[in-house]
């Protein structure tokens, strides 16, 4: 057989393949835009559920919008993949968590942002959260102190074209002085106190989102914000788990 004669049912093959390729991918793509939106459901439910602790029964639609885009099965590792959309925690390696997706979407809520923010995220993780405030704000600015942890999220963050992200390995417990003043700041692991550092970079009227307490007792999801005139008002939301804010602070 000539090269010349195989060459047309080789074109064939590869169109073949790759129509299969996006009919396969189009399949996928539904089934986890169906996913997310169970997921959605779940975390909606719950929001009706606390309502007296948190003062509303819905998320913002933008919030919603937020958790609908991100695909969640692209932040978790490749054995919890089929668990990804449950409104649960996940473990991520080096001992930590990705959030549950309640919480996520809680604590962007509560952040109250907007187009136009400039957010400062300590606790990278996955980078999950960054992704879900990335799709909502101008620029995500996250610090993660376990290194390897970081740089994945980095690169998954720039492979699935988070642009407006920005990772660091480092300390977050000090904040991120160079981009301050911040819109927002949302902690998402768990400190004995509120870093005195995160408040000054945050700027009047906006909200700091952390979980307060000692490790493995209560904690709670604390509101502060900081009003116009400098005065700090704070709120405990909720009883949450998080895994502790590291550090040699
Ligand atoms: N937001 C993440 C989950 C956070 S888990 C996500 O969406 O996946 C808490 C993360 O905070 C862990 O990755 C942990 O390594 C990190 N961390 C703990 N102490 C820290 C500190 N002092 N500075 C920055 N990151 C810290």
Not at 76 to 88: C, K, L, M, T
Not at 111 to 134: C, D, F, K, M, R
Not at 200 to 220: D, F
Request: net charge negative; charged share 20%.
């Amino acid at each position: 057989m000539s090269i010349y004669s195989l060459k047309v049912p080789l074109r064939f093959v590869l169109l073949g393949t790759i129509a299969i390729m996006s009919v396969t991918n189009t399949f996928a793509e539904g089934v986890y835009k169906d996913k997310r939106q169970q997921m959605v459901d779940a975390v909606e439910q719950m929001m009706e559920m606390t309502e007296s602790s948190i003062g509303k029964a819905s998320l913002n639609k933008r919030v919603v919008e937020a958790m609908m885009a991100v695909p969640r099965h692209k932040f978790v590792p490749p054995d919890y993949q089929s668990h990804a959309y449950e409104n649960r925690p996940l473990p991520l390696s080096h001992q930590q968590t990705i959030s549950q997706p309640y919480i996520v979407a809680l604590m962007t809520d509560l952040a109250a942002v907007t187009p136009e923010s400039v957010v400062l995220e300590v606790g990278t993780g996955s980078g999950y959260q960054a992704a879900i405030l990335s799709e909502l704000v101008s620029h995500v600015y996250s610090i993660e102190i376990v290194e390897a942890l970081g740089l994945q999220a980095r690169l998954r963050l720039q492979k699935l074209g988070y642009e407006n992200v920005t990772v660091k390995i480092g300390d977050g417990y000090y904040g991120w002085s160079e981009h301050a003043p911040f819109d927002a700041i949302l902690v998402t692991a768990a400190a004995e106190h509120i870093p005195e550092q995160l408040i000054q970079q945050l700027k009047p009227g906006c909200r700091i989102v952390i979980p307060v307490g000692e490790q493995k007792m209560a904690q709670s999801l604390r509101v502060l914000i900081k009003g116009l005139d400098g005065e700090i008002e704070q709120r405990d939301v909720l009883p949450v788990a998080f895994v502790p804010l590291t550090g040699k602070h």
